[in-house]
Nanobody
């Protein structure tokens, strides 16, 4: 069993910054890709950013040059530094991880979600 615990969401004014964290714990042999998704009211969940175990990153065009994803493999934690926030970044943010258990099976896990609200 694996648990993902997210933190760091909140209310911020446009132009401000927030940093999200997501820590994985439990029966983990290794973690492959870690990422962040978001879902705004009335919209589909969308990919924000991903980071591989080796540190390669990718971003949605809408957040490039404003958001930075990183991970600490020793702590099984992924971060999302969000700068220059805009009202359109308002959403529930979910972390997503691909975890291999000790039997070699690959599982996908989601965090519980953390609300980010950007006021204009």
């Amino acid at each position: 069993q694996v648990q993902l615990v997210e933190s760091g969401g909140g209310l911020v004014q446009a132009g401000g910054s927030l940093k999200l964290s997501c820590a994985a714990s439990g029966s983990i042999f290794s973690i492959n890709v870690m990422g962040w998704y978001r879902q705004a009211p009335g919209k589909q969940r969308e990919l924000v950013a991903t980071v591989t175990r080796g540190g390669s990153t990718s971003y949605a065009d809408s957040v490039k040059d404003r958001f930075t994803i990183s991970r600490d493999n020793a702590k099984n934690t992924v971060y999302l530094q969000m700068n220059s926030l805009k009202p359109e970044d308002t959403a529930v943010y979910y972390c997503n991880t691909q975890i291999r258990d000790y039997r070699g099976k690959l599982w996908t896990y989601w965090g519980q979600g953390t609300q980010v609200t950007v006021s204009s």
